[in-house]
């Protein structure tokens, strides 16, 4: 039964006959789904005719099921697409920097001959190697932070 606020409008000739098609279709697939011995390879052929029919109605009608209606709606959803690339792309590079810069005072901790300059001087090296990582982690986190505030 139509709804009050249902759209009424005269269908044309090619409109019920499709629809007719698709409801043809739904019966014949109540019935063979409905038969005992009916196999479930046909019961999915009856199904997959019955949604071409479907497909066929909508066409025939103008119905956009599941699809944009206009080519400004098309064009904003690959818009919209493209949007989301960059930013995922965007993102992925952040993450990425920011695991390299994590790893860099991971290593930093490691070494253990950051917190003082050793007196030994054979180590003095790798101080002076965890300064330039500390160093260049800051450089990558900063970078990864004003990168992850323009998202």
Do not use: W
Request: with cysteine; net charge negative.
């Amino acid at each position: 039964m139509p709804t009050a606020d249902a759209t009424k409008r005269d269908y044309t000739a090619a409109e019920t006959q499709a629809y007719e098609r698709y409801i043809s279709a739904v019966a014949d697939h109540n019935i063979v789904c409905a038969r005992s011995g009916a196999t479930t390879r046909e019961k999915m052929d009856a199904a997959f005719v019955m949604d071409a029919r479907f497909r066929e109605f909508c066409e025939t009608a103008g119905l956009a099921i599941g699809q944009p209606r206009n080519p400004a709606d098309t064009a904003r959803i690959a818009s919209l697409e493209g949007e989301v690339e960059k930013i995922t792309n965007a993102a992925r590079k952040v993450a990425e920097a920011i695991r390299s810069g994590v790893s860099m005072l991971h290593g930093i901790e490691s070494i253990s001959v950051f917190q003082y300059l050793p007196a030994d001087e054979s180590l003095h090296d790798d101080h002076n190697a965890c300064c330039t990582l500390l160093d260049d982690a800051t450089t990558v986190l900063r970078v990864a932070l004003r990168e992850a505030s323009e998202l």
